[in-house]
């Protein structure tokens, strides 16, 4: 990623936490935060009105139990350097050059993974400042990814480090500095921030991969060979299946835009989303 890239995304970063503080010198009436279940600690959110507390314990096993078996199976997947050759994708460059999307993998592998964890800590902890310490474990995995995908699919600079452990000192340092409901108000919205750049991100990756597909014959292209698609026969009976390009994108496309559709309707419906 450019240093231009990052001063921009920096700056975008200073001047939204700016905006929140100048909320600070307004007096405006909010609804006092109610107590987390089993710590006690104030929440994000406000005591609710015909709450269906046994459907939200529901919801939550359903999503650990889902997002754990997710990042387990992801990280089998990618922990198998000895792939065959019809499951390995790559990032094309302009210059003719490609790179194996093996960071790529491993990164969206990481962020099932860490959102499991974040998920169990929601249960238990309830949304608040103690749960964001877990909570930003997710949401830098999707910042991870942005940076990778920024640099062409590899790290390439020590930046990259750099700015992933800044992004992490700010999003918890002002959970903490913040009171409520501005802390909650940060998190949720740095947290769409990149929720809606990855979106947008994948979007374009689709629709460039379409375009170069279309240029290319089929002979140049990956997983159109039939000798390649087709198993061998030391293969086990149930393995992943190859989805033809691009439309193995079209997946990320949905998930990503699941992910919005899910964040929305909990900040706009908050007693329904989450009963």
């Known amino acids: 990623m450019s240093c231009r890239g990052c001063a921009a995304i920096t700056f975008s970063a200073v001047l939204l936490s700016l905006s929140l503080l100048s909320f600070t010198l307004i007096d405006l009436d909010f609804p006092n935060a109610a107590p987390s279940r089993f710590t006690g600690y104030p929440s994000w959110h406000p005591v609710f009105d015909h709450f269906d507390q046994q459907s939200y314990d529901t919801s939550s096993f359903f999503l650990m139990i889902s997002l754990t078996l997710s990042g387990y199976y992801s990280l089998q997947w990618v922990s198998h350097w000895d792939l065959p050759k019809k499951f390995i994708t790559y990032f094309y460059h302009e210059n003719g050059s490609r790179i194996p999307a093996i960071w790529f993998n491993n990164s969206i592998a990481y962020y099932l993974s860490f959102t499991s964890v974040s998920g169990i800590a929601l249960f238990i902890l309830d949304t608040g400042k103690l749960w964001s310490t877990f909570g930003v474990l997710h949401n830098v995995w999707e910042v991870c990814i942005l ?65 170069y597909v279309k240029e290319q014959s089929s002979a140049q292209l990956p997983l159109t060979n039939e000798d390649d698609i087709s198993p061998a026969n030391d293969e086990p009976s149930v393995s992943p299946k190859v989805i033809q390009h691009p439309n193995q994108i079209l997946l990320l496309l949905f998930a990503s835009f699941t992910h919005i559709m899910g964040n929305a309707a909990a900040s706009i419906f908050p007693v329904d989303a989450r009963s």
């Open 147 to 211: 940076l990778l995908l920024a640099q062409g699919g590899k790290i390439t600079s020590s930046l990259f480090y750099a700015f992933v452990a800044f992004y992490v000192m700010l999003v918890n340092v002002l959970n903490i500095v913040l009171p409520w409901p501005y802390d909650a108000i940060w998190f949720k919205a740095q947290g769409l921030c990149s929720d809606y750049a990855l979106f947008i991100v994948f979007v374009r990756i689709y629709f460039a991969t379409r375009e």
